[in-house]
């Protein structure tokens, strides 16, 4: 199926002074401006190109690669800003719009924003969104904890980093699990930590936490084997106490706890935690 916004295998099917057709299928035939033409060129041959619209909203092709797709995410910079919106560099003659009912902050010429490139059947053009949370999944039920994804920080929060996972969905990075300062628009792999009981996900950028956690809970557990089943160290002990046997803060061992209750392993009494059958 032959796709605006994405990048297609077409045939080339004529050839006129200005460049050459390309067989577009239920779209028609699409014009391969001479300038992208490549040497010997000829009829029958196949060209991979990428379709958008032209400043007169005629589908054309070009053998040039934007920096974005339709159905993904990229920090693109605005160049403009008119009656229409705000237009962005995504590496094509004709600037990729962001209509201002699709900007989650009214947008300067100079800054760069993370957003989602999609094809707006309505007005039947290309745009851009700065409101990710329309247009990316926020709850995706096929994602599962310790799953390794892909990110790009796409804003900050009081909590820590907005991020978009996958070019997909979208995901919240705890600023205690960054590990580092991140910048709006950097690129890197990273895992789900968790997913909340809203659906919502929660991100890490080191798997070593992961391991971390799940090392951190099997000692728990072969401590309270050790000691009959059940252990005074619960959520309220002394840190001083828990770092001498575990060697792990206070905040650390509850979240180790909190997991093994989630899981059924452990139930949590105000004097003890036991474990279960």
């Not at 014009?31 to 009829?43: Q, T």
């Not at 851009?128 to 039920?141: G, N, R, Y």
């Not at 046997?245 to 059924?264: D, E, H, P």
Request: overall charge neutral; hydrophobic content about 35%.
């Amino acid at each position: 199926m032959v796709t605006v916004g994405t990048l297609n295998t077409l045939k080339v099917v004529k050839q006129v002074e200005f460049g050459v057709y390309l067989d577009g299928q239920d779209l028609d035939t699409i014009l391969l401006p001479k300038r992208y033409v490549p040497d010997n060129c000829k009829l029958g041959d196949v060209i991979e190109v990428f379709l958008y619209f032209d400043s007169e909203d005629m589908i054309i092709a070009t053998t040039e690669t934007p920096k974005v797709h339709v159905g993904c995410c990229e920090m693109l910079k605005v160049v403009d800003i008119n009656h229409a919106g705000a237009f962005m560099d995504w590496g094509l003659p004709k600037d990729l719009l962001v209509p201002y009912n699709e900007q989650q902050k009214p947008m300067q010429v100079g800054y760069s924003y993370v957003v989602y490139v999609y094809h707006d059947t309505e007005s039947d053009r290309l745009a851009a969104s700065t409101k990710l949370s329309h247009h990316l999944d926020e709850t995706p039920v096929w994602l599962k904890p310790r799953q390794a994804v892909n990110l790009q920080i796409a804003g900050r929060t009081d909590l820590g980093y907005k991020a978009v996972i996958d070019d997909k969905y979208l995901g919240l990075l705890f600023r205690s699990d960054a590990y580092r300062p991140l910048k709006i628009g950097d690129r890197l792999p990273g895992f789900v930590k968790s997913v909340r009981q809203d659906g919502k996900i929660d991100l890490l950028i080191s798997q070593a936490t992961l391991q971390g956690d799940h090392e951190l809970s099997q000692r728990i557990l072969s401590y309270l084997s050790e000691l009959g089943g059940s252990s005074p160290l619960t959520d309220k002990a002394n840190p001083e106490e828990i770092y001498r046997i575990f060697r792990v803060s206070k905040k650390k061992y509850k979240q180790a706890l909190g997991n093994l209750y989630k899981s059924k392993s452990i139930i949590i009494l105000s004097d003890k935690i036991q474990l279960l059958e």
